[in-house]
Every structure is written in C-alpha cells, then in structure tokens.
C-alpha cells in the first residue's frame, strides 16, 4: 500500500486549496481515510475523517464549515478541500489509511498506512 499525497502550495489567507491523496496497491474504498496535519514545532493533529462501513465523516473543530473529505473510488483517491483557508492552517498535510474501519478515526495510531506529505502555507 502506498499513498500519494499532493496539491499543496503557497496561498493567501482566505484562498482554497485542493489536496489529493492517491492510493496504489491497495483499493481505497475498502479503508477508513483520514487527514493530519503537522505544523512547525507542533505535533501532529487531526484534521479529516472518513470512515469505511457507513461512510462516516469526522472534522476537527478547528476545520469544521471550512474544509471538505471526499474520496473517488474510479480513482482511488480521497481528497481534501480547503476554503477560506487561515495562516495557522500552515502545516504539513499527511493522508493516512487502514483497511476496513477504525475504532477511533480521529488517532493517528488507527493508521498504518501514511502519504509522504504536501506542504501547505497561508500567507497573511
């Protein structure tokens, strides 16, 4: 399993941007998805959920009404939209995986799968 994160890049505050997260050697729709983000000198957090069985969808408060989880299965993607983007969602995007469903979507040790990153920076 291994999974290709893209799509980020310099914006200004109040900008949207559109991660990807494609998934090679396995088929995405069969796992539970998330999103963490890691900004500099902090740890990682939780940003988006999606869960297999149910297709439930989790946001951290902090993303909630701002950003967006979706996956394609004829694309073996998931990806993450951001709106109204602010500097404190600077950080580094991880997209992260698990087969089938996950006891806590939102702990980064449900996953065994990770993308190797994408840098996002809002300017003010």
């Known amino acids: 399993v291994q999974l290709q994160a893209s799509g980020g890049g310099l914006v200004q505050a109040g900008d949207s941007l559109r991660l990807s997260c494609v998934g090679s050697?396995?088929?995405?729709?069969?796992?539970?998805m998330a999103w963490f983000r890691q900004a500099p000198g902090e740890e990682r957090e939780f940003v988006a959920a999606?869960?297999?069985?149910?297709?439930?969808?989790y946001y951290a408060d902090s993303v909630k009404g701002r950003f967006t989880i979706s996956r394609s299965n004829a694309k073996n993607s998931v990806y993450l939209q951001m709106n109204s983007l602010k500097p404190e969602d600077t950080a580094i995007y991880y997209c992260?995986?698990?087969?089938?469903?996950?006891?806590?979507?939102?702990?980064?040790?449900?996953?065994?799968?990770w993308g190797q990153g994408t840098l996002v920076t809002v300017s003010s």
């Open positions: 992260a995986a698990d087969s089938f469903t996950v006891a806590n979507p939102l702990d980064g040790r449900e996953y065994n799968y």
């Open positions: 050697g396995c088929a995405l729709s069969t796992y539970s």
């Open positions: 999606i869960r297999w069985g149910g297709e439930r969808i």
